[in-house]
């Protein structure tokens, strides 16, 4: 099976690799240049997924199996904010770096202490064929938001996420203990059970 993952994000498309292991092969936007990233307008992750998943699919042949993420971190304390802004928290086009600052900042201008600063990771997927949506599945993973940068793996918001029931940032723990637990993993393991159940039942 192949999937084409409709991102520029080369971490997101590395981290999906790893999870599906021989299951499926796939490519992302980054071998597409003709498709340009897609304008994410939806107030929900399942509205972006979406609309990435059709505009990808609708580009690409009827064959082609696309997949999808729409991700970003909700922290309790503000709210739910970045949420869905998660990717361009501090300005249109700012680094990962801008918006970690930027969450700091505005954690420490509520004063919340050690474990009041709960947060998690939410993703949404959405697997699209022949411009028509269908499946969305979502994951999630609970966790804190550290006081400061902490480790060099990963990507986004890694260095300031510490999952329950561990004293580490995703950024300090291995990618295999990542993929293990991350929001991207749940959903995608829901997929899989989705794609095993179409395929046993088209053969
Ligand atoms: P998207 O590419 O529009 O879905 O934006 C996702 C944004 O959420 C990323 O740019 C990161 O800032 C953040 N994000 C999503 N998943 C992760 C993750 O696994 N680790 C760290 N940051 C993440």
Excluded: W
């Excluded at 930027?102 to 064929?129: N, Y």
């Amino acid at each position: 099976m192949h999937l084409l993952i409709a991102t520029h994000n080369t971490h997101k498309t590395e981290e999906i690799a790893a999870m599906l292991g021989n299951l499926a092969t796939v490519t992302d936007l980054t071998s597409h240049p003709d498709i340009p990233p897609a304008d994410e307008t939806g107030t929900t992750f399942e509205e972006n997924a979406t609309i990435k998943a059709l505009e990808a699919s609708k580009a690409t042949s009827p064959n082609t199996l696309v997949l999808s993420d729409d991700s970003g971190l909700e922290v309790d304390p503000l709210s739910g904010a970045p949420g869905v802004h998660s990717a361009r928290y501090a300005s249109e086009n700012a680094t990962d770096a801008e918006n970690r600052a930027k969450l700091l900042q505005e954690l420490s201008a509520t004063s919340t202490k050690g474990k009041d600063r709960t947060a998690r990771f939410r993703c949404c997927m959405v697997l699209a064929q022949a411009g028509k949506k269908i499946a969305a599945f979502d994951g999630a993973v609970e966790g804190l938001i550290g006081t400061t940068e902490k480790g060099q793996s990963g990507f986004g918001y890694d260095p300031l996420f510490i999952p329950k029931g561990h004293c580490e940032t995703f950024a300090e723990l291995s990618s295999s203990t990542k993929n293990s637990m991350s929001h991207r993993a749940r959903a995608l393991e829901k997929i899989v059970a989705h794609l095993k159940q179409l395929t046993s039942k088209n053969s």
